[in-house]
């Protein structure tokens, strides 16, 4: 792919700058030195573990540092291998931008490389994993090669297990540079997915597009809640209200069969839409619960099975089998497609539906996942996109891990504010109601170790909701063999960690 243009961004700079002066409401403004750089940072020590994510992103990023000696690599080319679903998308977003386009994040992600560019003197390349069948093969055939193909990659979570236990990816807790503690890591993700303190994947700012537009939140037509006079959901949010029981008494029974041939289809109205099974896996973490946790020693273990699982388990079920103003959609091709014509009055989705619904004929309101109930204190999403790590066959290492902090560093400053501050809370929502509901929604960001231990656990809830079987029965009928799983999942890191991988 084609390699950053240094010049142009020297030109992009230029106008930045001359943009800036122009902007200036001309007062006078005293230029920050160096010194009182320092002397910021030095009034205190942040601990941004004790911070919610939504604290991270917001945090005055201007006076830190990352720590990164000035480094002349004479010209490398630096090459991201990523999953390719086509221009436009998250993956593709987060990392590429060939040229200033004037979209805001466009241009920051422009920016950000540019920077980096210039800073190391290096040029990027991109190395395109296939969204196919393949994706995963292509991964297999060049490491089985030896083949020395890319720096780092940021590639589908639910990949990594395969490729980690599999003796694919580099330990980073042992490499120069990285600096975990930084607020740039998502430090939830990082203790999610490592083994015993060794971690061989993780999400930054780096990837802040897809982790942030891959999030599931709900959305709901301002129209529709008028004609069914639902009152203000927001001030239901603000009030802790927003439930499942709450959801359910809206929606329950709002079906109404448009084409009267007597059965659900595509051109009904609903109460409720989204993708499925695609989407309600996520249901466990937005209400609450986890399917794999952690002991003390960092070793996963199933946990499916206790009060507030079953009960979500229950829940999820009922709503799937018993509550007519719920659809699913059939595929992502028509996942919107209710929605965007007018014929739902809520979709629960990821946050990159907004790009979908720029141009539709009724305003929108954005909302949190609705809680399990009042006694569960925050609303929560789970995080998404595409984790970063560093293939074993990577020649120089240190090298990776370099560029890799400074890219998650400089994301932070530049391509978080663009995307989450400008982009989506700005030109993609109505009303500052929305734009408060996206720092609700993005306080508590959760990751569950089953992406890395126990894939098969992932997508069990979607498993169950369908099905005949009560809980007991079904779990009994999963459990030796998620415990298995994990019990492979962690045998095999113990081994790579072992060989020093």
Same mark, same amino acid.
């Given at each position: 792919?084609?390699?950053?243009?240094?010049?142009?961004?020297?030109?992009?700079?230029?106008?930045?700058?001359?943009?800036?002066?122009?902007?200036?409401?001309?007062?006078?403004?005293?230029?920050? %030195?160096?010194?009182?750089?320092?002397?910021?940072?030095?009034?205190?020590?942040?601990?941004?573990?004790?911070?919610?994510?939504?604290?991270?992103?917001?945090?005055?990023?201007?006076?830190?540092?990352?720590?990164?000696?000035?480094?002349?690599?004479?010209? !490398?080319?630096?090459?991201?291998?990523?999953?390719?679903?086509?221009?436009?998308?998250?993956?593709?977003?987060?990392?590429?931008?060939?040229?200033?386009?004037?979209?805001?994040? +466009?241009?920051?992600?422009?920016?950000?490389?540019?920077?980096?560019?210039?800073?190391?003197?290096?040029?990027?390349?991109?190395?395109?994993?296939?969204?196919?069948?393949?994706?995963?093969?292509?991964?297999?055939?060049?490491?089985?090669?030896?083949?020395?193909?890319?720096?780092?990659?940021?590639?589908?979570?639910?990949?990594?297990?395969?490729?980690?236990?599999?003796?694919?990816? %580099?330990?980073?807790?042992?490499?120069? !540079?990285?600096?975990?503690?930084?607020?740039?890591?998502?430090?939830?993700?990082?203790?999610?997915?490592?083994?015993?303190?060794?971690?061989?994947?993780?999400?930054?700012?780096?990837?802040?597009?897809?982790?942030?537009?891959?999030?599931?939140?709900?959305?709901?037509?301002?129209?529709?809640?008028?004609?069914?006079?639902?009152?203000?959901?927001?001030?239901?949010?603000?009030?802790?209200?927003?439930?499942?029981?709450?959801?359910?008494?809206?929606?329950?029974?709002?079906?109404?069969?448009?084409?009267?041939?007597?059965?659900?289809?595509?051109?009904?109205?609903?109460?409720? !839409?989204?993708?499925?099974?695609?989407?309600?896996?996520?249901?466990?973490?937005?209400?609450?619960?986890?399917?794999?946790?952690?002991?003390?020693?960092?070793?996963?273990?199933?946990?499916?099975?206790?009060?507030?699982?079953?009960?979500?388990?229950?829940?999820?079920?009922?709503?799937?089998?018993?509550?007519?103003?719920?659809?699913?959609?059939?595929?992502?091709?028509?996942?919107?497609?209710?929605?965007?014509?007018?014929?739902?009055l809520f979709q629960r989705a990821v946050l990159i539906i907004i790009n979908k619904l720029r141009s539709v004929d009724f305003?929108?309101?954005?909302?949190? +996942?609705?809680?399990?109930?009042?006694?569960?204190?925050?609303?929560?999403?789970?995080?998404?996109?595409?984790?970063?790590?560093?293939?074993?066959?990577?020649?120089?290492?240190?090298?990776?891990?370099?560029?890799?902090?400074?890219?998650?560093?400089?994301?932070?400053?530049?391509?978080?504010?663009?995307?989450?501050?400008?982009?989506?809370?700005?030109? !993609?929502?109505?009303?500052?109601?929305?734009?408060?509901?996206?720092?609700?929604?993005?306080? +508590?960001?959760?990751?569950?170790?089953?992406?890395?231990?126990?894939?098969?656990?992932?997508?069990?809830?979607?498993?169950?909701?369908?099905?005949?079987?009560?809980?007991?029965?079904?779990?009994?009928?999963?459990?030796?063999?998620?415990?298995?799983?994990?019990?492979?999942?962690?045998?095999?890191?113990?081994?790579?960690?072992?060989?020093?991988?």
């Open positions: 792919m084609k390699n950053i243009d240094v010049a142009s961004f020297l030109v992009f700079i230029l106008l930045i700058s001359v943009f800036t002066a122009c902007a200036d409401s001309g007062d006078n403004i005293t230029p920050t %030195t160096a010194d009182d750089t320092t002397a910021a940072q030095n009034e205190e020590t942040v601990d941004f573990s004790k911070m919610n994510f939504i604290e991270r992103l917001t945090y005055d990023k201007s006076f830190i540092p990352d720590n990164l000696p000035e480094t002349d690599l004479e010209g !490398y080319v630096y090459t991201i291998g990523f999953l390719d679903q086509g221009d436009g998308s998250a993956y593709y977003d987060d990392w590429i931008a060939a040229q200033p386009d004037g979209d805001v994040v +466009n241009d920051a992600v422009y920016l950000r490389n540019s920077r980096i560019s210039e800073r190391f003197n290096i040029e990027f390349d991109y190395f395109s994993f296939p969204n196919t069948a393949e994706y995963p093969g292509t991964m297999t055939k060049v490491i089985n090669a030896g083949e020395d193909v890319f720096d780092m990659v940021s590639l589908h979570p639910g990949y990594y297990a395969s490729f980690v236990t599999s003796g694919y990816m %580099t330990n980073l807790a042992v490499l120069d !540079y990285l600096d975990f503690d930084q607020p740039w890591w998502m430090g939830d993700s990082v203790k999610a997915y490592s083994y015993h303190g060794n971690i061989y994947t993780t999400y930054g700012a780096g990837t802040a597009i897809s982790v942030l537009a891959t999030a599931p939140v709900m959305v709901y037509n301002k129209n529709i809640a008028a004609d069914y006079n639902v009152g203000n959901l927001y001030d239901v949010v603000r009030e802790g209200k927003w439930t499942y029981e709450y959801v359910k008494s809206i929606i329950k029974d709002m079906w109404i069969d448009l084409d009267n041939n007597e059965k659900k289809s595509d051109e009904d109205f609903f109460g409720m !839409y989204y993708v499925h099974p695609n989407e309600a896996y996520t249901f466990l973490w937005t209400l609450g619960g986890k399917y794999i946790a952690k002991d003390t020693d960092d070793e996963p273990y199933l946990d499916i099975n206790n009060e507030k699982n079953i009960r979500i388990f229950d829940a999820v079920r009922d709503m799937a089998q018993n509550w007519d103003g719920i659809y699913y959609a059939k595929s992502y091709e028509t996942d919107t497609d209710v929605f965007v014509g007018g014929r739902a305003e929108y309101g954005i909302l949190p +996942n609705f809680k399990l109930d009042e006694e569960q204190v925050n609303y929560i999403t789970s995080g998404g996109g595409g984790p970063e790590g560093i293939p074993i066959t990577c020649a120089d290492k240190n090298r990776s891990a370099l560029i890799m902090e400074a890219l998650n560093a400089e994301s932070y400053k530049t391509v978080i504010p663009a995307y989450y501050e400008t982009a989506v809370k700005v030109k !993609y929502t109505y009303d500052e109601d929305s734009a408060e509901m996206l720092d609700m929604i993005f306080n +508590n960001v959760v990751y569950d170790p089953s992406y890395i231990f126990c894939h098969g656990a992932t997508y069990s809830i979607a498993d169950h909701c369908l099905g005949k079987t009560e809980f007991s029965s079904w779990y009994a009928s999963k459990e030796k063999g998620f415990n298995k799983e994990i019990e492979t999942a962690a045998a095999s890191f113990a081994v790579v960690a072992e060989a020093g991988n």
